[in-house]
Nanobody
């Protein structure tokens, strides 16, 4: 079993920045993929960004150029740096680990972008 714990959410003004972190409870062997997803009220969950254990990344079009995903394999942690935040980025952000035949999810962290 692997537990994922997210942190870093909160309230920020439009144009501001936040960094989310997601720490796994133990080391994860390769290959694996970690990613961030978000779900706004009344909407389906959507992919934000993913990163493989080899460092390849992929982003939703809506966040390209504003968000950066990275990982520290030594710390079993994935990060999401979010810049130039917009009100439409408001959502619960959840971390996912795809490893072996299973997907593991964190509990989610709220990000609210509002003046």
């Amino acid at each position: 079993q692997v537990q994922l714990v997210e942190s870093g959410g909160g309230l920020v003004q439009p144009g501001g920045s936040l960094r989310l972190s997601c720490a796994a409870s133990r080391s994860i062997s390769s290959p694996n993929t970690m990613g961030w997803y978000r779900q706004a009220p009344g909407k389906q969950r959507e992919l934000v960004a993913i990163i493989t254990s080899g460092g390849s990344t992929n982003y939703a079009d809506s966040v390209k150029g504003r968000f950066t995903i990275s990982r520290d394999n030594a710390k079993n942690t994935v990060y999401l740096q979010m810049n130039s935040l917009k009100p439409e980025d408001t959502a619960v952000y959840s971390c996912k680990l795809a490893y072996g035949w299973r997907d593991y999810w964190g509990q989610g962290t709220q990000v609210t972008v509002s003046s």
